[in-house]
């Protein structure tokens, strides 16, 4: 079945606009599986490539494992995207600016791993969008995630200050692929923070990417990049049959999570 005509948000270009293309309709109860090629994926909206089914663990986890992901609003079907190209950061091309860095040096933040998700998931759901005027993380995307995350799939990178979580960053991951969902600041850098604390952990672990979906000035000063959907796509398939780690502990560089400062709970 296809999904033709119908009004379509695009978050991720900031506004609503009218898709009158066909477009590839997943049945509910259809396999976890059932996506359609994601060179299929429309040019405009860039990598709109189905709608429909569910966010049920077994679809997300299919999705992420060929590179969609969902993205839509509020009173929308799910859409699901794939966009071309596609913005990546690999763990050796993180770039912390002085200013960051100075930040960073000031010892103003405390850092932990999985403690508090659903902090971290609500801010990025609270945090204000230029060009939009919610929100796209709906109450069943807020749901879909944290089962995922008590499942073991999904992670979040807090940032405190004394007691307040003041940053974060959450998204999923499959291998050695770390697929980036959102992130939220409430103090300055903090969420430049988390995304540097969050590769460095993942470049010990040995992932190979982190996945940022599509490009902004925020992540390409961190040195994320646009690749073909192609070669990532190929990069999945390398990396993303690797075990992962088998805990989420948060580690300084020299390996020993007892003498990290500062990341006791």
Known sequence: MQFV??????PCLGGTLRCMKPLHWIEPGAPPESFPDPAT????????????????????????????????????????W?????????????????SLARTLRRDCFR????????????????????GQPGTWITADMRAAYLTLHRLGHAHSLEVWQNKTLVGGVYGVAVG?????ESMFSRARDA???????????LARWGFALLDCQVASPH??????????????????????????????ILEPA????????????
């Open 219 to 248: 992540l390409t000063s961190l040195g994320s990049r646009l690749i073909p959907r192609r070669d990532f796509l190929a990069a999945l398939d390398d990396f993303c049959p690797q075990p992962g780690p088998a805990a989420w």
């Open 191 to 201: 969420s430049k923070a988390a995304l540097v604390m969050l590769v460095r952990q």
């Open 41 to 80: 994926a429309l040019r405009d909206p860039d990598g709109l490539l189905a709608a429909g089914g569910d966010l049920s663990p077994a679809r997300l986890l299919a999705a992420y494992r060929r590179g969609i992901f969902p993205w839509y609003n509020a009173g929308e079907p799910i859409l699901w």
């Open 111 to 130: 850092y932990t791993l999985d403690q508090d998700f659903a902090g971290v998931i609500d801010g990025c759901a609270q945090a204000p969008r230029r």
């Open 82 to 98: 794939c966009p071309d190209p596609r913005a990546v950061l690999y763990p050796g091309e993180l770039h912390v600016s002085r």
């Open 5 to 10: 005509g119908a009004v379509l948000a695009a």
């Open 254 to 265: 020299n390996g020993t999570p007892e003498a990290a400062h500062g990341l006791s709970g």
């Open 176 to 180: 050695r692929v770390f697929f980036g």
